[in-house]
């Protein structure tokens, strides 16, 4: 059984950071497409980032580039979300999700590509 597990959430001010950590059980990141969402209060869930695990192709969300970046440990088993420059508008629920199959591609932000999918880590930015 796949299970993923957020962690590395919290409450930090506008200019900060945090990195998002995803643990991944019944699950090898090796030549996937896996991404990170987020969904704010009353907005639907979007895609921020996504990497193809096999390496060399990231992708983000316009509102993110230049501030996260997405990463994976293969040997550990676990993917990244480095978050800096923080903006209120960046408060949200994240979710890590994989298994999207070899290539991202341009659906890399179509949530039914991943079936698997973690529980969520609240990050709260205050101005």
């Known amino acids: 059984q796949v299970r993923l597990v957020e962690s590395g959430g919290g409450s930090v001010q506008t200019g900060g950071s945090l990195t998002l950590s995803c643990a991944a059980s019944?699950?090898?990141?090796?030549?996937?497409?896996v991404g990170w969402f987020r969904q704010a209060p009353g907005k639907e869930r979007e895609g921020v980032a996504a990497t193809w695990t096999g390496g060399g192709t990231w992708y983000y969300d316009s509102s993110v580039k230049g501030r996260f970046t997405i990463s994976q440990d293969n040997a550990k088993n676990m993917m990244y979300l480095q978050m800096n420059k923080l903006k209120p508008d960046d408060t949200a629920k994240y979710y890590c999700a994989a298994g999207a199959g070899e290539y991202c591609g341009g659906s890399w932000t179509t949530e039914t590509e991943y079936p698997y999918w973690g529980q969520g880590t609240q990050v709260t930015v205050s101005s």
């Open positions: 019944g699950y090898t990141y090796t030549t996937d497409c």
